[in-house]
Structure formats: C-alpha cells, structure tokens
C-alpha cells in the first residue's frame, strides 16, 4: 500500500501547485471535468451454440468516464501551458445474452481507477513527436464476483501517448502501456500469462 500512495502522490509533489477553484464559467467548473476516458462502444452479434445450433443473440458495450479530480493549471491550457491533473476514472464492459429469455448479463468487467496525466500540448518535449502525453496511475480490474466465481486484479501502469500530425486535419496516437500487478487472487494466478504486461494501443483521429 505504501508503495502504490508513493506511486500516486510522487507526481503531485512533482507537478503540483496551489489550486484556484475560481474559473470564468463558475456555474460548468465541474461539469467541464466529466469527459470521456476508453472507447465506449455497443456490438450486437448473432452466433450459432455449439451444442444446439440455435442462433444466439449477443451484446457487448463499454461505457468509461473519467472526471479531473485536480486541475493544477486552474482551467489555463495553452501550447506553453501544458495540461497536468489527477483523474478518476470508470470503465464497465459487459456481455449480454439478448436471445435468452430473462436476457441476463453473463459477464462484466469493472475498471475503477485513478491516476495522474500530464499532457505536453505541442511545447515539443521530443523534436520527432508533436506532442507527448504521460498517465500512470492505479487500476482495478474484477468482475463483481465473489467465492470461486471471483475474478479480481490490481495494478499500477504507465502509459505514454505519442502524438504525430499525419496530414492537415488527422493525427496518429500511439499508445503502449506497462503495467504490473501487485495484487492478484489465487484462482486468478496467471492472469498475466493472457493479458501479459505491454499493451499497445493506435488510433487515427480526424479533427
């Protein structure tokens, strides 16, 4: 535990300075910080049972928010001003079976987490990247579950995001992400063997 609050508070110390909770629109300050965290998406797929042949119809969503707990450039971005601020975050992915007749979620996944990003906004940290962004934190991974059905792992992670302008109105985001566990239950032992430790994530935005 002392490890993971070393983790999480280094960075404050780091970057951190006295906040100002005063902004020129007093009446959105904390709606302005409820945005969007990972892909949120909906996929609706029909299937054929091993055993029965029967068609099955299922669902699989991801809703995930996040809201900038800490803004310590008091709401002043700017390309010299860079964005730094501490998160938390929510991530719920869950599976549906549609075709069944009670239409039960067979499995979900929760994702809380908290962490700490500091966006290089164009001040050119790296000459061959535009812009350079940095989030490490703390994540929960389980599935609601408990006695031999539970599925719980926690971890910390890294995940520097590089940002190229590929043409005049698109960019390329590149993001690997390290992560390790520090917590994980004994009937979930080797979970690292199937989500390993280096994910990478790219994604082509046109603005």
């Known amino acids: 535990m002392k490890a993971l609050l070393l983790f999480l508070i280094a960075p404050l110390a780091l970057f951190g300075q006295k906040v100002d909770e005063t902004t020129n629109e007093k009446g959105n300050r904390y709606i302005n910080r409820l945005r969007f965290h990972n892909p949120m998406y909906v996929a609706v797929g029909k299937v054929s049972h091993p055993f029965t042949s029967d068609d099955v119809i299922y669902c699989n969503f991801q809703i995930s928010f996040r809201y900038e ?91 520097p995001t590089l940002v190229w302008r590929t043409f005049k109105n698109s960019s390329l985001f590149l993001s690997p992400r390290f992560q390790y566990y520090f917590k994980v239950e004994n009937n979930n032992y080797d979970v690292s063997d199937y989500w390993g430790f280096v994910d990478l994530e790219a994604v082509s935005y046109t603005h």
């Open 69 to 159: 707990l800490i803004d310590f450039n008091k709401g002043e971005h700017s390309r010299k001003k860079p964005s730094r601020g501490f998160n938390l975050a929510y991530t719920q992915k869950s599976f549906w079976h549609l075709s069944s007749h009670s239409s039960p979620f067979f499995d979900s996944n929760y994702k809380p987490s908290a962490f700490f990003i500091y966006q290089s906004v164009g001040n050119n940290t790296i000459s061959w990247v535009d812009r350079l962004d940095v989030e490490q934190g703390y994540q929960h991974h389980s599935n609601g579950r408990d006695s031999t059905s539970s599925r719980s792992t926690e971890y910390l992670y890294l995940k």
